[in-house]
C-alpha cells in the first residue's frame, strides 16, 4: 500500500485523532446507510466480486461515506492508492500522481486515483486525466457533492460509472452512534448513561452526516466527562449550541450570510460585501452560490443603471470556471466589488412585477389589430396590421402609437431612476414619449 505524503487516508491509529477517522468502516458491511450499494446485490459489492474496479464518481451529500468506501473498496481488491484534494492541488499535483502510477504500472501494480470534491477542479484539471482514465494508467474515483451531469466534463464521464449515495437516514445514524459509544476504536464507554432521545436528537441535528454525527457525540461526552455533567437531551442541546460552527450549508446561517452579502451589495458598501464573500469562501460555500446572489443582484438592484453589471457578472463567473481555485477567487472579488459600487436601481424588478401583476388580473387580453402579424390576404382584410406605423419611416426612427391593449392604455411599467446610465434612459424616454409622465421619484 503506497503510504505517500499526499495520501490523506493513512495514519496510526490514535485517541488524538478525530472520532470520525477512527471510526472509518473496515469492512464494506461497515458503511452505514447503504445498502443500495453494499448488500450482496448491490452495485459496489458485486464490483468487488469481480477484483477489478472501474473508474466511478461518488456523488452524494457529505458524510454519506464516499471517502471511507473508496478506500474501502481499492484495499479489498488490491490497489494502491494516490489521493489528493481538489481544494489544495493543481495540475502539479494530478502529474505527480499520474508518474507514481506509471511506475506503479511499470511495476505490475494497479493503481486508484481518487479525487475528493472532483467538482472544484475546472475544465482544463480535468480533461488533464483523460487519457490517463481511458488508457488504464489509472483507475479513478472521484467524489463530489454537486451533481456531476454539470461539474464534472462530458467526456470524462463518459469513461465513469456515476455511484449514488443516499443521505443517511437518522435510525442508520444512531446505530453508528451507538457503535462508536462502544468500540475499542471509538469512545469505549459502553456503560456510558443516555438520557432517552440524546442519540436521536444528535441525528436529527447531523441531518444525514455521518460524520458530523461522530463529531457531536465525540464533543458531548468529552464535555460532560470533563464537567461531569449528565448526557440528557436538554444540556445536550446546550452545549451543542455553544460548540456549533456558525456556518452549514443548507441550515440558517448559510442564509444568513447569503442574506448578508446581497444587503451589503445592494447597500452600496464594497467592504462589507467583499468580508461576507470571504467568509462564505473560507466556510465551504461553493462560488456559484455567490455567483447566483451577484447576477441576481446585478438585474434586481442595479438594472440599467449601470447594464455592464451583468456581463461583468456573468463574465466572472465564466473566468472563475476557467482559472479554477485559487486565482478564480479574484474574479469573485473583482465582480463582488464592482457590484457593490455600481449605482442602483431597481426599475426593472419594479417593471417586471407591475407588468406581470396586469397579465395576471386581466388575463389574456386579445392583441390590438395593429400590432397583430399578416402574412395572408385574409388576414389583411380582417384588419391584421391596419394602421401601424412603422418606425423607421418616421424622423429620429420614432412615432408615438399604442402598444398595449386597449385596457392598459396609458400604463407605464418601467420607471427610470435619474441615476447612472439610467438618467439617460429616462431622458430619453422623456424626449419621445410626450404623452407619458414618469414619476419624479426613484
Given amino acids: 500500500m503506497n503510504q505517500t505524503k499526499e495520501n ?10 478525530p472520532l470520525a477517522f477512527r471510526m472509518r468502516p473496515q469492512k464494506l458491511e461497515d458503511v452505514v446507510g447503504q445498502p443500495h450499494l453494499t448488500e450482496k446485490n448491490g452495485v459496489l459489492c458485486r464490483i468487488i466480486q469481480t477484483g477489478t474496479l472501474p473508474s466511478m464518481i461518488f456523488w452524494g451529500p457529505p458524510g454519506s461515506g464516499k471517502t471511507s468506501t473508496a478506500l474501502l473498496i481499492s484495499e479489498q481488491c488490491g490497489y494502491e492508492i494516490q ?13 505527480e500522481s499520474i508518474r507514481i502510477a506509471e511506475k506503479n504500472l511499470a511495476d505490475s501494480k494497479k493503481t486508484v486515483f481518487f479525487i475528493d470534491e472532483i467538482h472544484r477542479f475546472h475544465k482544463g484539471q480535468q480533461s488533464v486525466l483523460l487519457p490517463y482514465v481511458e488508457s488504464g494508467v489509472v483507475v479513478l474515483i472521484g467524489s463530489t457533492t454537486e451533481n456531476p451531469s454539470f461539474e464534472v466534463i462530458g467526456p470524462l464521464l463518459s469513461r465513469t460509472q456515476v455511484i449514488v ?20 476504536r471509538g469512545l469505549n464507554v459502553p456503560d456510558l448513561k443516555l438520557e432517552d ?3 436521536e436528537g444528535i441525528a436529527e441535528m447531523a441531518d444525514g452526516d455521518a460524520r458530523q454525527a461522530l463529531n457531536l457525540i465525540e464533543i458531548v461526552v468529552n464535555i460532560s466527562q470533563k464537567q461531569n455533567l449528565p448526557i440528557t437531551v436538554s444540556i445536550v442541546a446546550d452545549i451543542l449550541q455553544r460548540q456549533s460552527f456558525l456556518y452549514d450549508k443548507s441550515g440558517e446561517e448559510h442564509y444568513n450570510m447569503l442574506s448578508a452579502f446581497h444587503k451589503s451589495l445592494r447597500g452600496s458598501d464594497p467592504d462589507g460585501a467583499v468580508y461576507w464573500m470571504c467568509r462564505m469562501l473560507e466556510a465551504g460555500e461553493h462560488p456559484h452560490s455567490i455567483f447566483r446572489r451577484l447576477i441576481a443582484c446585478a438585474s434586481e438592484d442595479i438594472g440599467n443603471a449601470d447594464p455592464r453589471a451583468l456581463q461583468i457578472t456573468v463574465a466572472a463567473q465564466q473566468a472563475y ?14 465582480a463582488t466589488l464592482y457590484v457593490a459600487s455600481a449605482p442602483k436601481s431597481n426599475a426593472s424588478y419594479k417593471a417586471l412585477h407591475r407588468a406581470t401583476a396586469d397579465v395576471r388580473d386581466y388575463g389574456s387580453l386579445p392583441v390590438p389589430f395593429h400590432l397583430r402579424n399578416a402574412p395572408t390576404k385574409l388576414m389583411k382584410s380582417s384588419g391584421y396590421g391596419k394602421e401601424y406605423k412603422y418606425a423607421h419611416d418616421f424622423p429620429g426612427a420614432f412615432v408615438e402609437q399604442e402598444f ?5 392604455t396609458g400604463k407605464i411599467y418601467y ?22 409622465k414618469y414619476s419624479d421619484q426613484d
Fill in 415 to 436: 420607471q427610470p431612476s435619474t441615476r447612472g446610465y439610467e438618467k439617460m434612459i429616462r431622458s430619453w424616454l422623456h424626449q419621445l414619449w410626450k404623452s407619458k
Fill in 8 to 17: 490523506f487516508f493513512y495514519f496510526p491509529q490514535s485517541n488524538l485523532q
Fill in 83 to 95: 489521493s489528493i484534494s481538489a481544494v489544495a492541488s493543481g495540475v502539479k499535483d494530478i502529474k
Fill in 404 to 408: 398595449l391593449p386597449r385596457e392598459l
Fill in 165 to 184: 449515495f443516499k443521505k443517511i437516514s437518522n435510525p442508520d445514524l444512531v446505530i453508528l452512534l451507538k457503535k462508536a459509544i462502544k468500540s475499542e
Fill in 197 to 199: 432521545g440524546v442519540l
Fill in 321 to 334: 470556471d476557467f482559472l479554477g481555485e485559487p486565482e478564480g477567487r479574484l474574479s469573485i472579488a473583482q
